[in-house]
């Protein structure tokens, strides 16, 4: 008998959630894409790196997915909020992301794959941030 496996390519997939049967905007996408990216380098990490600089990269990376998120379904005024919050977080990861490729946690290959995709998001954000503040009237 095989152990179970959830993300087996043999039998029928696990049921869909809502959340994988809805839609989600394009940055998250982008972003859930670079966190998965990162995950795939987590172990390959050495270690002595995991509980340090890679617990903290995880973390703003988390941050900044969770609240891209959750401005998808905000309404505006708490919606540019999130994005602020997402932003920076984001600018975060990117920061951290490099001092550990400067202390060689990651390849440099990693380091690029990660990196292309956060620059994508960063546009993403600042982008869909500055549609809102221009839509949204000054108080």
Request: hydrophobic content about 45%.
């Amino acid at each position: 008998m095989h152990g179970f496996n959830s993300h087996s390519s043999e039998g029928t997939p696990p049921p869909r959630t809502f959340l994988q049967q809805e839609k989600l905007v394009p940055v998250v996408s982008k972003l859930k894409e670079a966190y998965l990216a990162w995950q795939a380098a987590l172990p390959h990490v050495a270690k002595m790196h995991r509980q340090t600089i890679a617990a903290r990269i995880d973390t703003a990376f988390l941050d900044a997915l969770e609240s891209a998120f959750s401005a998808s379904y905000l309404p505006p005024a708490q919606k540019l909020t999130a994005l602020t919050r997402s932003i920076a977080r984001l600018d975060v990861a990117k920061f951290l992301l490099l001092v550990g490729w400067e202390a060689r946690t990651i390849t440099n290959a990693q380091h690029m794959r990660i990196s292309k995709l956060l620059i994508e998001a960063s546009k993403m954000l600042v982008g869909w941030k500055t549609y809102l503040e221009k839509k949204t009237p000054a108080r």
